[in-house]
Each structure stands twice: as structure tokens, then as C-alpha cells.
């Protein structure tokens, strides 16, 4: 038996997420179906992050273990064949046996996009989210560097989570107009349920002028979902960095 | 009577491509219902760049004279109410009433985009060109140097073409390499049927070593189809720039 490690890229859009559920299109369920049909044995991977609907990723992770002949590496050109053109296998090794993605300490990085014009571009509607209310990039800069660090995230977490602790470490959040887009760039060792859908929701608060930078100080200790600003739409988020520490 | 020009941005992908045909899905016969629709007469647009099928772009611009008391302005805002979401007026404003978007002096800017990776990339799959062959950027650049300025492109134009003479003139033509995507930006007064994709496609030739960038020259003085590259897919190009001189 041997281990093997996926990366794995998707657009989330007509996807209802990652995670397994019965009768809806999720990724997990294309990945197994292609593996199981490849290797002629039933697959069920696990998972490094359990995206949302709707949410990207550039560099998902999923592990499984087979007794497959074919060499790892071969794997994701043999998978690539048997996916949908939304979901593709962007790499295959080996790993140790004892390696689950959700227990080794990694660090990964989200992005979240804003198109802030006077309207939407098609091109852009599946990957950045558009509002045209003109966001004050200095404020949005000045209320992420209150998140930086170690902090009790509670009023970032959605309440459907069931996560043990709110405790969690933002190693770097960065804002930053790219053109007609604002790109607010998150870094952490771990994220709670909508986590980052959450800050990106406040930090437009703090873009608009709903809400000073100064507040967020505020907003972290009340340790209240309703302090904080609304959960971004989906579409916005993409998972762009996954690193194994 | 009002002259009213529109500039008009699209995702290509789900529209056969500009021009009204019966029966198909084009941005013109979208752009006629919802106007028609809005101002209660059969309004009719003259499109700018009849881009194909799969082609898409930021600012295409149409043009249609009518009575209504709407001010020029507004009528953006309330078109984006009736269009489909790969559709959206970014801009609506008045023009003299002689103003002709195909005969009036212009620039055009496209840019075509090559994701040149291992594997394609879910989220950029509608808007580049796929190849896992590696490309040399300065063997393109090179090949690109020689299709500047003025010069008969009857090799870069598609058969099924009209037009009266086959002479137009590049201002620009670059290729840059930004992350995995190869970037060729191309300005110019005009372009003949396919001229862009054809000019891609040769230019793709010259990246993976299969002519050498001096044979440009040959190509363009054999003045026939047959001797430039192949077309390169319509999925990577966009029309990004509309400037009238």
C-alpha cells in the first residue's frame, strides 16, 4: 500500500464544495469516482481543506492509499482524463503513510477578490465579487492590521462551526488594489467555519466607512458573530497556497 | 432623434459570437432585446468588432439612434437590469449623430492569453488557451518584432474573409510572461478575419521551436493562409482596448 498525495486545482462555482454529500455535485465525489474508476478499487480521499460552494482553489490536497502499480506521479495525467474540465489533478507523490493533511501543521494562503467599478465585468463575476460602493483601500489596510497575530477569532466564525477553540494565528493580511480589483491576500495556519468570507465582509465595512479600523479591536473581543460585518459571497475566495510545515 | 453609443463587455464563452444569426445566442441579438425591451421600440445596434464565437471582450462599443427621453447617461443602469449576467453596458453616453463605429479612425488593443503549464487550470479555462508545451517568450518576441507596422497580412486572414485589401498596420505587438500565462498584446487601426488568433498561433510556431523567427518574413511574403500557423483557439482572446482617433 502506498500513500498518495493530490493537488488538486477547481472551479468552485458549480460545485456545492468540497466535502462529500449524497446527490449534489461536490469535488471530493468527482475525485473519488475518477480514482475508484482508475484504479479499479474504491477510493475515498481525504481532504486538506473542506471549501465552501462556490469557493476556487488554485492547490487543494486530498490523500488516499492504494496498491495501484501505476507509478504516483503518472497519476494525475491518468486522473486529468477521467475529471470534469472544472476540477484538475495539478500533482501526484508519494507521501508518508502516517501524513493527513488535516493534522500536519501547514500554513495556507486565500485570496479574495473585489471588483470595485461602476459595474460588473463578465469575465470577472465567477471570481471576484462586485460591488460598486467605493471601498477606501487605506481604511480596509489599516482595520486588517488589527487581525494580524494570535487573536480569539469567535466573532469570525460562523455558527455552524464546531471547531474546539477560536483561537487561531493570521500570519500576514495584506489589501491591495490591483487595477479595478482589490485583492485582500490571508495568510494563517488555520481557519475557522467562513473565517475568511468574514474578514473580507468586515474589512468592506471598514472600506465603505460602516465601521472605523479602530473597531475591530472592539469587534475581537465582543467574541460575537453579530459584531462582526456580513459573510462575503463565495465566489470572491480562492485557496492559492498550501504549505506543508 | 439621439445617437447613443454603448461600451459592451462579455464572457464569450456561452455566445456564438457577436453578430445576430437566427436561432444562436449573440451579444448583438441579446443588446437588441433588452434594448428594444427598455425603450419600446425595435431598436437595432451597429456593432464596433464582430468578435467570434468564444471571443470575449472588455469594451465593444454599438451604437443606435432613438426618441426616448431617458437621459444617454442612465440607460447603462437600467440595460444591466435586462441583460444576462455575460453581458453588462459598462458606459452609454450621446455621439454626433454621424458617428459610425467601424468607419470612424480607431485603435484596437487584444490581448491573448496561453496558460503554458503542466497541467490546464480549472479557473482560467475560459479564458486561456491551454498548451503544455513549453514556449520560448523571446523566440516569440522575436517572431513578433517582424509583424510590426504596415505590411500585407494576407497569410494572417482566414479564407471565408471579405475585405477589400488584405494591407493593415500593427502599432504594438508584445509577449510577456506573467506567472504561467504568456500575455501577446497586439494594437492596431484594424484586423483582418481571424488576423489575431492567426498571428497567435504562429507566434505559439515560433515558441515551441517549429519555425525560427526569421521565417516571418517568408510568411508574410507568401501572402497565403497556408503559410502562417494554425489558428489559435478563441477561449484566449479579448478585446481589451476601443479607442476612437
Redesign the interface.
Known amino acids: 500500500m502506498k500513500r498518495i498525495k493530490l493537488v488538486v486545482?477547481?472551479?468552485g462555482t458549480d460545485f456545492r464544495g468540497w466535502q462529500l454529500q449524497p446527490k449534489v455535485r461536490t469535488v471530493e465525489g468527482e475525485l473519488n469516482r475518477a480514482l475508484s474508476g482508475l484504479l479499479r478499487e474504491e477510493i475515498q480521499v481525504t481532504g486538506a481543506s473542506r471549501t465552501d460552494s462556490g469557493v476556487?482553489a488554485?492547490c487543494n490536497v486530498a490523500v488516499f492509499d492504494t496498491g495501484s502499480p501505476i507509478p504516483p506521479a503518472k497519476l494525475?495525467w491518468a486522473l486529468?482524463q477521467r475529471l470534469p474540465?472544472?476540477?484538475?489533478?495539478?500533482?501526484s507523490c508519494e507521501v508518508a503513510a502516517d501524513f493527513h493533511p488535516r493534522r500536519c501543521p501547514s500554513r495556507k494562503t486565500y485570496e479574495y477578490r473585489i471588483l470595485n467599478s461602476?459595474?460588473?465585468?463578465?469575465?470577472r463575476?465567477?471570481?471576484a465579487h462586485f460591488t460598486y460602493v467605493p471601498l477606501n483601500v487605506e481604511k480596509m489596510r489599516q482595520a486588517a492590521a488589527y487581525l494580524v497575530g494570535e487573536h480569539d477569532f469567535a466573532s469570525f466564525c460562523a455558527a455552524a462551526s464546531t471547531a474546539e477553540t477560536t483561537v487561531r494565528t493570521i500570519h500576514a493580511l495584506s489589501v491591495e488594489r490591483e487595477g479595478e480589483e482589490i485583492l485582500i491576500r490571508v495568510c494563517g495556519s488555520g481557519f475557522l467555519y467562513n473565517m475568511v468570507r468574514i474578514v473580507a465582509g468586515t474589512l468592506m465595512e471598514a472600506g465603505r466607512g460602516h465601521i472605523e479600523p479602530w473597531q475591530m479591536a472592539d469587534i475581537l473581543n465582543a467574541r460575537d458573530r453579530q459584531a462582526a460585518g456580513p459573510t462575503a459571497p463565495a465566489c470572491g475566495l480562492?485557496l492559492v497556497k498550501y504549505e506543508f510545515l
Chains 1, 2 share one sequence.
Open positions: 486545482a477547481y472551479d476556487h488554485l494525475s486529468n474540465e472544472d476540477v484538475r489533478v495539478q500533482d461602476r459595474f460588473p465585468l463578465p469575465t463575476r465567477r471570481y480562492t
